[in-house]
């Protein structure tokens, strides 16, 4: 298996303009999680979906945010309008039933 | 919510020796999972032990081993015969039936 796949690994975008992260979970993983790595704030779960339903998004910061999950084999997270606070790692993970969290590779967002 | 809190933001090891890495959380449950992960400065976050609650033996995972107190709520990583590829952070994590949070890391250096 390629494991979790994220796209893109690298996004610069302007404040204002929307972005698009995408994730492609591990076939057969019937979870699937949106994180946000900030130096400031760790590892903040942002939303958790369970068999492609949200579960939990108390974590998305605001309205600006939302997240999607169309089939069992992928998944995006959306940002619009953009923000310079919004800059951070953010990780797409999967896991099957209640095990342990394969992450993806992360998309480093810089918004300017 | 849970919480996992990691006291230690950063800690040092001479190469070859051992050195314990500390987790507590908190939460009322009474069967739930336990995980250390690393994340070396690549970004990849990497499952390195996981802990099943219902369980009394620490697991083990080669040099890697825990010391699990369920009615403390403590949730130690051991690192022994320390190698200079162990240098990352590492972070706690507590997982129940749905979304899995994060300690803020600890960030080892290991001397040579």
């Known amino acids: 298996d390629a494991g979790v796949i994220q796209s893109p690994r690298h996004e610069v975008t302007e404040m204002g303009q929307e972005v698009t992260l995408r994730c492609k979970p591990i076939s057969g993983h019937n979870s699937l999680f949106w994180y946000r790595q900030t130096m400031m704030r760790g590892l903040e779960l942002l939303i958790y979906?369970?068999?492609?339903?949200?579960?939990?998004d108390s974590g998305m910061p605001e309205d600006r945010f939302s997240a999607k999950m169309p089939n069992a084999s992928f998944s995006t997270l959306k940002i619009q309008p953009s923000e310079p606070r919004d800059s951070a790692v953010y990780f797409c993970a999967s896991s099957k039933g209640q095990r342990e969290a394969f992450f993806g590779q992360g998309t480093r967002l810089t918004v300017v | 919510a849970q919480t996992v809190t990691q006291s230690q933001p950063e800690m040092s090891v001479q190469e070859a020796e051992t050195v314990t890495l500390s987790c507590t959380y908190d939460?009322?449950?009474?069967?739930?999972?336990l995980f250390w992960y690393k994340q070396p400065p690549s970004r990849q976050m990497i499952l390195v032990i996981r802990q099943e609650a219902y369980k009394q033996q620490n697991a083990t995972e080669n040099r890697f081993s825990v010391n699990f107190q369920k009615a403390a709520k403590s949730f130690s990583l051991k690192i022994s015969d320390s190698q200079l590829g162990d240098a990352a952070m590492y972070f706690c994590a507590y997982r129940r039936t749905g979304d899995m949070r994060f300690g803020a890391g600890t960030r080892l250096t290991v001397k040579p």
């Open positions: 939460t009322s449950e009474s069967d739930y999972y």
């Open positions: 979906f369970n068999n492609n339903v949200p579960i939990d």
